[in-house]
């Protein structure tokens, strides 16, 4: 059961199975989305499609589907380089993401970004930083805003939260510090999402953080409430996520949560994976979380073997399709390398005499 610091219970209320099978269906496809992208973008990488750097997902589906279920379309999103999960369950579409990992106009950063870029306003998703930590100020930012509108612009009409996604290599980040201090000194609606795979590059976590075994520490001297979650889970990454969430809403208090996961590849294309034995990677492998949810939705949602294979196919067609539409967007030409760089702040006021406190030479 997940746990929080407070106590709170956050069962037995088993949020995730009382939904639709309509429902639990579109998470069950957004995993395999997930999966079916990074294991294609692998292959483009190595044909040398891709440049770059290449973190993918793979192990962790639950995590990224699980957590932005709880949320609303409205809530923004933010997170580090793994970015391209957190981006496909958000909605952006996948010949967006994928032509973006081929740097080309079509993508969803303009072919700026890259794979650890993905940006999408329209479905408030703020990133793919690869800077670690680097979100996290930026989360606050969000939060911040968010909440000014809602509450002094619109009234306390409703409150959205941020979601601000990191791993485990970040909490040892003075950025990320500095912002949970801040979020609670100035109440702001964010949850810390700590997507603990048990390595950062090739530190294992209890190697390079103290409290390790328990990283829900890390919220009690902020005053948190916080939870410490199953991520090779997606309905118990529901369960125990959607309670914070409404927490953070109704009261505006930050939370934290720790969600322990697995990567299933290496930390990026180039990673002989030396640190951790064949035996834990297989013991993790067995809790899959895509076998895990499909054979929960064969026996107690009378989800058939057809239906699972049509959903297959009608993912890796999607996937084949991104591909090929990545392929024939144009790259972008030299010109497009300051632009949208940043706003044009002045425009607004251009010809007026304000804001006076800034000198507009
Ligand atoms: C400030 C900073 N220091 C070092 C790096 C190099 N670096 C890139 S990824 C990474 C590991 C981060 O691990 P974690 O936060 O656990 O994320 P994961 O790769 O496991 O998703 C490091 C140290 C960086 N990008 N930024
Ligand atoms: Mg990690």
Known sequence: ????????????????????????????????????????????????????????????????????????????????????????????????CMAEMMGRLGGCAKGKGGSMHMFDRRRNMFGGHGIVGAQCPLGIGLAFATKYEDEVIDGGASRRITLCYFGDGALNQGSLHESMNLAGVLNLPIIFICENNGY?????????????????????????????????????????????AEQCRETSRPAFV???????????????????????????????????????????????????????????????????WAEKSPHPELGELYRDVYTDIWGPYRGTSGPEMHDKS
């Open 1 to 96: 059961m997940p746990m929080t610091t407070t106590g709170r219970a956050t069962e037995p209320r088993s949020l995730a199975a009382k939904l639709s099978n309509e429902t639990l269906c579109t998470w069950l496809r957004d995993m395999l989305l997930i999966r079916e992208f990074e294991v294609r973008s692998m292959q483009a990488y190595q044909n040398k499609k891709i440049g770059g750097f290449l973190h993918v997902y793979i192990g962790q589906e639950a995590v990224a589907v699980g957590t932005i279920a709880a949320a609303t379309a409205r809530d923004p999103v933010i997170t580090a380089y793994r970015d391209h999960a957190h981006a496909l369950a958000r909605g952006t579409e996948a010949r967006y």
């Open 200 to 244: 950062s590059m090739g530190t294992a976590t209890a190697r390079g953080t103290t409290m390790a075994e328990d990283l829900t520490a890390k919220a009690v001297g902020y005053g948190f409430e916080s939870a410490s979650i199953d991520g090779m889970d997606v309905m118990a990454v529901y369960d125990g996520f959607m309670p914070i």
């Open 258 to 324: 720790e969600i322990r996961t697995y990567r299933f590849k290496g930390h990026s294309m180039s990673d002989p994976r030396k640190y951790r034995t064949k035996d834990e990677e297989q013991r993790y492998q067995a809790m899959d979380p895509i076998e895990r949810f499909t054979k929960y939705m064969a026996a107690e949602r009378g989800v058939t073997e057809d239906e699972h294979e049509a959903m297959t196919r009608s993912v890796r067609k999607e996937i084949r399709e991104a591909i090929r």
